[in-house]
């Protein structure tokens, strides 16, 4: 297929476009560049061994993206499927700027799907969160759970994406849509050419340890220790990036086979892993030990939750593979490699 990546040159985008040209497909990149750096473009065509296409501008530019479809299928080479990954995603940013997040968040979705319905383009993985499940569904988070809420603004927007994603496919003949909700993305291609580089302090959980452990950060604080959990630090079901690309490649596959069709999946390991055993994890990963203090809790944080993934397991033919360790190695060898991320152009 030809398959049009939103976000190509982010964390998981840029993940997906090898996973995806290694099944054979082609791909075609889109990205604004607000969140992610040219330079990871050259190192993905060395990994895929070919030159990609990629255009950079906001999908929030309705004209830009209708002229990218329509060129497209003038060219002969319309898209048969979009995955779609753009979008600001800092929790904590999105607090502090709901409008920015709806604005961008839902102004690009909008400008993509026009796009898709106006050039007959019906096939649609998007990028969503387990923060769709809000605070109130029971752990393992399950499909069937109808409630979805979230408690920033940037989860409401996959909330909002997953209905209007799903509104609009319901009126438009022969829409198939996956909806992937994804766990705690982590860890690295293993060739550690390409990782997770977030601008600026990072919120998250192993992009922190990383930074502590190839010194660009003192210490890792522990956002609490007396939650009702096997250490007292919250578990989350961690995943590895690669993982994460494969189900990418699996959703498309699986909605190519079918009738219209929208539908969503967890994609997640089924386990938690603590805040602490993730951090003596990449201990082991690094050979030495990590600094670390333990804090008061994060506002906002679940003690634990996790993923039941039977649905992706049964109907993706898709499971994670890759461990614990594997997620810290990767890491550590991107991070190793690229102390500073990706390079400044
Ligand atoms: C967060 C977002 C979620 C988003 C996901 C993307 C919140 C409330 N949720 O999930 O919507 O989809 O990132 O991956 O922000 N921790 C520390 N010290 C740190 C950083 C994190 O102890 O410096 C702990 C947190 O308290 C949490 C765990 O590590 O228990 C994981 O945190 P994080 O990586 O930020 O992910 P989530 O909060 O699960």
Not at 97 to 103: A, E, V
Not at 234 to 245: G, K, N, Q, S, T
């Amino acid at each position: 297929m030809r398959v049009l990546v939103t976000g190509g040159a982010g964390f998981i985008g840029s993940h997906t476009v090898l996973a995806l040209i290694e099944a054979g497909h082609e791909v075609v990149i889109v990205d604004s560049y607000i969140n992610a750096k040219p330079s990871v473009i050259p190192r993905l065509e060395a990994l895929a061994g070919k030159e990609l296409e990629v255009h950079a501008f906001d999908l929030c530019d309705a004209e830009k993206t209708d002229a990218l479809f329509a060129n497209a299928a003038q060219a002969g080479a319309g898209f048969d499927a979009v995955i779609h990954f753009a979008g600001l995603k800092a929790v904590g940013e999105s607090v502090a700027k709901p409008g920015l997040y709806y604005t961008n968040n839902l102004g690009s979705t909008l400008s993509l799907l026009t796009a898709m319905q106006k050039h007959g383009v019906t096939r649609l993985v998007f990028s969503s969160s387990a923060t769709v499940y809000g605070d109130k569904a029971p752990v393992p988070y399950n499909e069937e759970w109808d409630f979805l809420n979230s408690s920033s603004p940037y989860g409401q927007t996959k909330v909002m994406i997953e209905r209007i994603a799903t509104d609009v496919a319901a009126v438009s003949e022969g829409w198939k849509v996956a909806l992937l909700r994804y766990f705690n993305p982590v860890g690295a291609h293993p060739s550690g050419q390409i990782g997770e580089d977030p601008s600026g302090i990072p919120n998250n959980l192993m992009p922190y340890i990383s930074q502590v452990a190839v010194g660009r950060l003192a210490q890792l604080t522990v956002h609490g220790a007396d939650y009702p959990t096997t250490d007292g630090t919250c578990e989350r079901d961690y995943i590895h990036v690669m993982d994460l690309a494969a189900g990418h490649v699996a959703a498309l596959n699986h909605l190519d086979a079918q009738e219209d069709v929208t539908r969503a999946y967890n994609l997640g390991s089924g386990t938690g892993t603590s805040v602490l055993d993730l951090l003596h994890a990449m201990e082991r990963a690094v050979g030495k030990p990590l600094p670390y203090v333990v804090g008061p809790r994060r506002a906002g944080d679940l003690p634990a939750f996790w993923a039941d993934a039977a649905r992706a397991n049964a109907e993706l033919d898709w499971r994670t593979e890759k461990s614990i360790d594997d997620m810290c190695a990767d890491t550590w060898r991107w991070q190793s490699q690229n102390p500073h991320g990706f390079p400044e152009e």
